[in-house]
């Protein structure tokens, strides 16, 4: 996800690589615990964030996660397939499709939804992720919270939110977006309070090592 209007372009297919110190500071805060170990990326693109958060959870001495990828790119396959240690655990369509949600609903109820969902797509990505998960993790921009066409869901489903204190680089050289970044976590069981918390900083030169060139 990324929004325009700092200068940089929109990605026609929506690509934007989330850098692993976007997931690391959501992972080493104490706040958060998501809970299981089965755990789907439907906007996958290569496996960014596959890899981000089992980096993180093999250094931190976790078990590691049971992933199923899901991306609507076909060349993504197969450095999916070996994200997730299984081709059998990578699904190629669009995460909407009827085809690829009946797939999705034969399967046991994830425990966790962990993406950075498309741009354009968040609300409608969320409202399919609740329905086959137990917790639903999406890389937000704050002002998803503040629009009138979500207010009665959102008063239904108040998510925790985890606020990155450092703005993502997704186009590369540096350049960031007009606004603020941050995780926010919803329960499947609605709730109509959440918590804030202030993640981490990363320093300058991290960001600048990890993100997009």
């Not at 700092?6 to 080493?28: K, M, N, Q």
């Not at 093999?58 to 992933?67: L, N, R, T």
């Not at 609605?190 to 900083?201: A, C, D, F, Q, R």
């Not at 320093?203 to 993100?211: I, L, S």
Request: charged share 25%.
């Amino acid at each position: 996800m990324s929004s325009t209007g700092r200068g940089t372009a929109r990605s026609p297919s929506d690509f934007y690589p989330t850098a692993p110190w976007i997931v690391h500071r959501l992972l080493e805060s104490p706040a958060f615990d998501p809970l299981g170990l089965r755990w789907l990326e439907p906007s996958s693109g290569d496996g960014a964030i596959i890899r981000a958060v089992d980096a993180w959870r093999k250094d931190a001495g976790k078990p590691s996660i049971e992933w199923t990828a899901v991306d609507i790119r076909n060349e993504c396959k197969t450095s999916l397939a070996a994200a997730t240690g299984d081709r059998k655990r990578v699904i190629i369509g669009d995460f909407l499709s009827p085809r690829v949600q009946k797939s999705l609903h034969r399967l046991p109820q994830f425990d966790v939804i962990f993406t950075n969902p498309p741009f354009l797509l968040g609300t409608v990505f969320l409202t399919a992720s609740l329905k086959i998960a137990r917790n639903v993790v999406f890389l937000m921009r704050q002002g998803f919270l503040a629009s009138e066409e979500r207010a009665d869901f959102m008063r239904q489903h108040v998510p925790d939110v985890f606020q990155l204190p450092n703005r993502p680089s997704f186009a590369g050289q540096g350049k960031t977006d007009s606004c603020e970044y941050a995780w926010m976590k919803w329960r499947a069981t609605p709730v109509t309070s959440g918590h804030l918390v202030i993640l981490n900083s990363t320093p300058r030169n991290v960001r600048a090592r990890e993100e997009v060139r």
